[in-house]
C-alpha cells in the first residue's frame, strides 16, 4: 500500500474495508495472509478482492465488505458478448458489456502466437441526463453518480467471471451508461486505481473516455493528465442535425468542442477518436463525409464509423453496407483512419441501457 497516493489510500479504506475496519487480509487469517504475501506480482487490489471472493475459510466477522454492486443479469450472445446488469446496494441498476474482440491465433504448431482482446464497456452513473436521441438510457434520466468504487468494481467482476487473470491486460471504454465526464472526480480517482501499479496496473492508453462533449470538462480532463484516450460522439457534421441527436450541443456546439479538443494533451501515438453514429437518410451521404474531413482538418484523429443498432420504438433506421462503405473509404482516400465497427452481440440488448429499460418494464 505504500506506494499509493495518500487520497487512493484514503478512497481504498472507504471501499475497500474488512468488517474489523481494515484495509486488506486481516492477520488473524494466517492462511490467506502468506498466500497474498507469497504473491507479490499479484495486483494488490485484485487479489484481496478475489481472495475475498473465495475466502470460505475467512469466518464472516472477518470477510470483506467490499462488494457493493451485484451482477443480477446477464446476457449472452451468440458471439461471446456478454451484457451484465448490476444492482447497487440502493437498490438501483446500470449495466456493463463484455466483448470479446479477437480471438487466440495460433502458429501451425499450435503455439500461441497473439493472445485474445477483451473490451469492457463500463457505466459511470445510473441513468443519464445529457438526453440523446437515440439512446435508451436517457429515456430513464439521470439518477445518481457511480462511485468510484463502483466503477473500479465492474473490472474486477467482469474479469473475475470471464476468469481473467490478474495480468490479463483488457481495454477498457467509458461508453456505457452515463456522461463520464459529468461525474469526473469519480472517474477520475477509479482511472488511477485502475491504472495504478498497486491496483490493476492497466495502462491508461487502454482507457478511454467517451464524451457527448462537455466542453470545460474535456479541458479539465486534459488538465488532469491522466494518460487516457478521448473519444468524442460527434454523430453529426451541423448544429442543427447535431442538437437533434444530443441536446447538449445547443450550450456546446460543434465548435466549442472542437476547440478544447485541440488543447488535450496527446502522447506521440494517440489520436482523437471520433465517433459518428450513422443514421439512415440522416447523415450517411458523401456531402456529410465532405464536411467531416474540414471539421477534422488540423486533428490527430481516427474515425469510428458506427452503425446505427436499431431497438424497440427507435425513429432511426440503420444505414445500408453501400453507404457505409463508401463513406469510410472517401475518409480514408483524404487521409483520415476510419473504421466501420463490427456490431455486436445484435441478438441481446447490447444497446446502451436497453438491458435496463427492459427489465424495469417486467418489474
Ligand atoms: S448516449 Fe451516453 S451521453 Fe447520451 S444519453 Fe446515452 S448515456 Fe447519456
Not at 439512446?135 to 474479469?159: H, M, Y
Not at 473475475?160 to 463520464?180: H, I, Q, R, T
Not at 484516450?229 to 444530443?246: F, G, K, M, T
Amino acid at each position: 500500500m505504500k506506494n499509493l497516493p495518500k487520497d487512493l489510500i484514503a478512497f481504498l479504506e472507504s471501499n475497500f474495508t474488512l468488517k474489523g475496519g481494515r484495509v486488506g487480509i486481516d492477520k488473524k487469517d494466517k492462511n490467506i495472509d502468506s498466500k497474498f504475501n507469497n504473491n507479490r506480482n499479484d495486483k494488490i487490489i485484485e487479489s484481496r478482492f478475489n481472495n475475498s471472493l473465495e475466502s470460505n475459510n475467512l469466518s464472516p466477522t472477518h470477510r470483506p465488505t467490499l462488494l457493493t454492486i451485484t451482477p443480477i443479469k446477464v446476457e449472452i450472445s451468440s458471439d461471446g458478448t456478454k451484457k451484465y446488469l448490476f444492482q447497487t446496494s440502493d437498490n438501483l441498476t446500470f449495466e456493463s458489456v463484455f466483448l470479446k474482440m479477437k480471438d487466440k491465433t495460433r502458429d501451425k504448431a499450435g503455439k500461441i502466437i497473439k493472445g485474445e482482446k477483451y473490451t469492457f464497456c463500463l457505466s459511470s452513473q445510473v441513468g443519464c441526463s445529457v438526453g440523446c436521441a437515440f439512446c435508451s438510457t436517457a429515456k430513464g434520466g439521470f439518477v445518481r453518480n457511480l462511485s468510484s468504487g463502483e466503477i473500479v468494481q465492474q473490472v474486477l467482476l467482469l474479469k473475475k467471471d470471464n476468469n481473467l487473470d490478474a495480468n490479463k491486460s483488457v481495454n477498457l471504454v467509458f461508453m456505457g451508461m452515463g456522461e463520464p465526464l459529468l461525474n469526473l472526480k469519480n472517474v477520475a480517482n477509479a482511472i488511477k486505481i485502475l491504472s495504478c501499479k498497486d491496483g490493476l496496473n492497466i495502462a491508461p492508453r487502454r482507457q478511454t473516455i467517451s464524451t457527448s462533449g462537455i466542453a470545460p470538462q474535456i479541458e479539465k480532463l486534459g488538465a488532469m493528465e491522466l494518460g487516457v484516450q478521448i473519444a468524442l460522439s460527434l454523430h453529426a457534421v451541423n448544429d442543427n442535425l447535431r442538437s437533434e441527436l444530443i441536446p447538449m450541443n445547443r450550450v456546446y456546439n460543434i465548435a466549442k468542442v472542437l476547440e478544447s479538443l485541440k488543447k488535450f494533451p496527446l502522447k506521440s501515438r494517440n489520436r482523437i477518436l471520433f465517433e459518428y453514429l450513422v443514421l439512415k437518410g440522416k447523415n450517411d451521404d458523401l456531402d456529410s463525409a465532405k464536411a467531416l474531413v474540414k471539421l477534422l482538418n488540423g486533428f490527430k484523429a481516427k474515425v469510428n464509423l458506427i452503425p446505427f443498432n436499431p431497438h424497440e420504438n427507435s425513429e432511426f433506421e440503420r444505414p445500408d453496407s453501400k453507404s457505409l462503405e463508401a463513406f469510410a473509404s472517401f475518409l480514408c482516400e483524404r487521409g483520415i483512419t476510419a473504421t466501420i465497427r463490427e456490431s455486436k452481440g445484435l441478438d441481446i440488448s447490447a444497446a446502451c441501457g436497453q438491458l435496463r429499460e427492459k427489465t424495469l418494464k417486467n418489474k
